[in-house]
């Protein structure tokens, strides 16, 4: 198998992961599911020179937004595998170790913070929403998952999967 093969699957996988994560919370916590119709909307918008928004959802639709979000969320997954594997290296794959896997999955909390929640009006870091820390805090363990998910997939890769 190819790397790019296994970035692929790794990120898919890993991305699967922090998928079920947000459904577990949502029935043990009571947390709504990721509304990736949203990032699919700002991303749309930007065809058109707009990239920053007060609210995103008080933002006019667009057609297709859930679908353009769903396939960018998988993505930028497939993305983040393709960060991992580029600083762990091959052997990463040949040999998954979770504190890699974790630092990767935490430090794309970046990514929302510093893009994805200014663009879409909820400031920088979530500091335009009601409850900053908490927003935060939830990013921080859902960045957290997807490194496990990476390391998981990782390991199925390995287990299933020759070189």
Not at 6 to 19: E, K, P, S
Not at 51 to 70: L, T, V, Y
Request: hydrophobic share 50%; aromatic share 12%; glycine share 12%.
């Amino acid at each position: 198998m190819s790397n790019l093969m296994a970035v692929f699957f790794i990120g898919i996988g890993a991305t699967a992961v922090m998928d079920l994560w947000s459904i577990l919370r949502k029935s043990l916590f009571g947390i709504a599911l990721p509304n990736y119709g949203m990032v699919g909307r700002w991303l749309a918008y930007m065809r058109h020179g707009k990239f920053r928004h007060d609210s995103i959802a008080a933002s006019a639709p667009k057609q297709g937004e859930h679908f353009i979000g769903w396939i960018a969320h998988y993505l930028i997954g497939i993305t983040f595998a393709a960060v991992l594997v580029g600083t762990a290296g091959k052997t990463w794959i040949l040999n998954p170790t979770i504190g890699a896997a974790l630092v990767v999955g935490v430090a794309t909390t970046v990514a929302p913070f510093l893009l994805m929640q200014p663009g879409m009006g909820a400031g920088f870091a979530s500091s335009r929403t009601p409850k900053p820390n908490s927003a935060r805090l939830h990013s921080i363990i859902n960045h957290a998952v997807f490194g496990l998910g990476l390391y998981a997939s990782g390991w199925a890769l390995k287990l299933y999967c020759s070189f």
